[in-house]
């Protein structure tokens, strides 16, 4: 029962019952224990996972949590980028560290983002060698992140070498979910102007939901993988998209290279 809500994202009480073959009574018992075990939330009629209906973190704390994993992720992306290419880089915690690793590096690029914090990173440096087209919007100060129409038109309005971005999570049939519809959008029109797209995703985001979908991750050009067992990699790999995993070469959590954000 938790393999089939993990797979369909929410399963009613009608549809247990005739799955399992068990009564309403049973369904309705089990659904509640998987409610008590956290793996599902009771609706009328039936259950949700939990993660559809959680609550977004701000990025304050975001860019704390796994900030080994996305060490290694950004530390492995950053081997990619290519002096003087475009880069866009979307409003997630590790896509902050890959900008940490490009400031750190001195690199000559064009970074276009939405970000806030990569914003102030990237101003915060004298004189560095990176170009900044920074996408207006909306501010959501939970996310420090720019959205809606007019962020939408800017990103539409420039062309990308190569794009780097995470999700809020990753489903197993491979759809790549956010926590907000806007953010959703934007990061579609990024994918769509990019001539190479790169996913960052470490194993948290297998557990995770969004509940607003942004693409399937057939439609992107590689994946860096952390932390991800081998079914999973294979799993990915069985949609046609290019998966390296990256290796945890320190089991030390280095944490934020620098000083994290203040909490917006």
């Known amino acids: ?101 490009i400031v750190d590096r001195g690199l000559a690029v064009t970074i276009i983002t939405n970000s806030l914090p990569i914003m102030d990173l990237v101003a915060g440096v004298e004189s560095p060698p990176i170009h900044l087209v920074a996408v207006g919007g909306t501010l959501r100060r939970l996310t420090g992140s720019f959205v809606g129409p007019y962020a939408v038109e800017t990103v539409r309005g420039h062309f990308a070498d190569r794009m780097f971005m995470s999700v809020k999570g990753l489903t197993p049939g491979g759809v790549m979910t956010d926590a907000d519809e806007l953010e959703a959008e934007l990061k579609r029109a990024m994918i769509a102007q990019s001539q190479e797209t790169v996913l960052l995703v470490d194993g948290s985001k297998l557990s995770v939901r969004g509940q607003n979908a942004i693409a399937h991750v057939r439609e992107l050009t590689s994946v860096l993988a952390e932390g991800l067992a081998e079914p999973d990699l294979d799993a990915l790999r069985a949609t046609g998209v290019a998966v390296r995993s990256v290796d945890e070469a320190d089991p030390a959590d280095p944490g934020p290279a620098g000083p994290g954000p203040e909490p917006l």
Do not use: C, W
């Open 1 to 101: 029962m938790a393999e089939l809500l993990r797979s369909a994202g929410a399963v009613s009480v009608t549809e247990v019952e005739t799955r399992f073959g068990v009564s309403p009574m049973t369904a309705r018992r089990d659904l509640m224990a998987l409610e008590k075990q956290g793996v599902a939330r009771r609706t009328h009629g039936g259950a949700v996972l939990p993660s559809m209906s959680a609550k977004e973190d701000s990025f304050a704390k975001r860019v704390n949590l796994a900030a080994g994993a996305k060490g290694r992720l950004a530390d492995a992306a950053v081997e990619m980028v290519v002096p003087e290419e475009t880069i866009v880089l979307d409003s997630s915690s590790t896509a902050y560290f890959l900008a940490q690793r």
